[in-house]
């Protein structure tokens, strides 16, 4: 069984800062691409950042020069360094990751139980 976990959510003033993050955990041979996520109350999910296993990057239009994605191969774990933070960056944050088990190496992609991030105006 393979688990992700969010944590670092929490209720900050625009301007602010936050890192959230995601920690894989179970019967693990390889992480691929993982992601970053949001849904805000009545939108759809929506990418915020992905990362690639050998660090490759890519943002949403909305958070580029104000979010960094980043992974720790050794932890199984993956970060979001979220600054300027904007009300409309408001969400629930999703980590997401294609995950190769050792007893399943085709892969398949895992979600996180979410994160809150709310940014107070």
């Known amino acids: 069984q393979v688990q992700l976990v969010e944590s670092g959510g929490d209720l900050v003033q625009a301007g602010g800062s936050l890192r959230l993050s995601c920690a894989a955990s179970?019967?693990?041979?390889?992480?691929?691409?993982m992601g970053w996520y949001r849904q805000a109350p009545g939108k759809q999910r929506e990418l915020v950042a992905t990362?690639?296993?050998?660090?490759?990057?890519n943002y949403a239009d909305s958070v580029k020069g104000r979010f960094t994605i980043s992974r720790d191969n050794a932890k199984n774990t993956m970060y979001l360094q979220m600054n300027s933070l904007k009300p409309e960056d408001t969400a629930v944050y999703y980590c997401?990751?294609?995950?190769?088990?050792?007893?399943?190496?085709?892969?398949?992609?895992?979600w996180g139980q979410g994160t809150q991030v709310t940014v107070s105006s």
């Open positions: 997401n990751a294609f995950i190769r088990r050792r007893d399943y190496m085709r892969g398949m992609n895992y």
């Open positions: 179970g019967n693990i041979f390889r992480i691929d691409d």
């Open positions: 990362i690639t296993s050998n660090s490759i990057t």
